[in-house]
T-cell receptor
């Protein structure tokens, strides 16, 4: 079974530019999550989707971050405009929601904002 | 919001030694999960705990859900070089492991 796919793996941009990340969850997983992981810290939830609806976006900086999950499968996370403090790894995860399985994470996209 | 305090922040041990790390919270959690993250990869689930007092093993790993529901412990026995990585605890206020708060991680280094 294929895991969570993310692209690109690395991205370097200058501040005030825009960037987008893509995630393809494990087939059949209804719940999709985007996390931000700053170097030396644990992942922090940005947004959670259930199918194509938003369940929790309370920690998403909505003035610059946006995310969508069209058709309840793939998802994109966008930052516009980027700030220096947005430099981090952006992790996508998916789950069936079953207690015994937890969440499955993708490899992440490492963003560097110069 | 909820905050998880993980300790120690880092550990340097010799191959074959046992390792203990823990996670505490000011809030009660219904689920505790332990993840391991290798460089350049996403976290991978090691053990999930769903009941206060529960003790669960996965090979050389053993984890416990504290009786107060505010802490959890992870032990690794007879460490090997491939145990190197960052170990994260994560707590979930809900019972289905679907909304997690992560600790800051314990960086483990194993010297052969």
């Amino acid at each position: 079974e294929a895991g969570v796919a993310q692209s690109p793996r690395y991205k370097i941009i200058e501040k005030r530019q825009s960037v987008a990340f893509w995630c393809n969850p494990i087939s059949g997983h209804a719940t999709l999550y985007w996390y931000q992981q700053i170097l030396g810290q644990g992942p922090k939830l940005l947004i959670q989707f259930q199918n194509n609806g938003v369940v929790d976006d309370s920690q998403l900086p909505k003035d610059r971050f946006s995310a969508e999950r069209l058709k309840g499968v793939d998802s994109t996370l966008k930052i516009q405009p980027a700030k220096l403090e947005d430099s981090a790894v952006y992790l996508c995860a998916s789950s069936l929601g079953q207690p015994s399985e937890g969440q499955f994470f993708g490899p992440g996209t490492r963003l560097t904002v110069l | 919001g909820q905050q998880l305090n993980q300790s120690p922040q880092s550990m340097f041990i010799q191959e074959g030694e046992d390792v203990s790390m823990n996670c505490t919270s000011s809030s009660i959690f219904n689920t505790w999960l332990w993840y391991k993250q290798d460089p350049g990869e996403g976290p991978v689930l090691l053990i999930a705990l769903y009941k206060a007092g529960e003790l669960t093993s996965n090979g050389r790993l053993t984890a416990q859900f504290g009786t107060t529901r505010k802490d959890s412990f992870l032990n690794i026995s007879a460490s090997i070089p491939s145990d190197v990585g960052i170990y994260f605890c994560a707590g979930d206020l809900f019972s289905r492991g679907s909304r997690l708060t992560f600790g800051e991680g314990t960086q483990l280094t194993v010297n052969p």
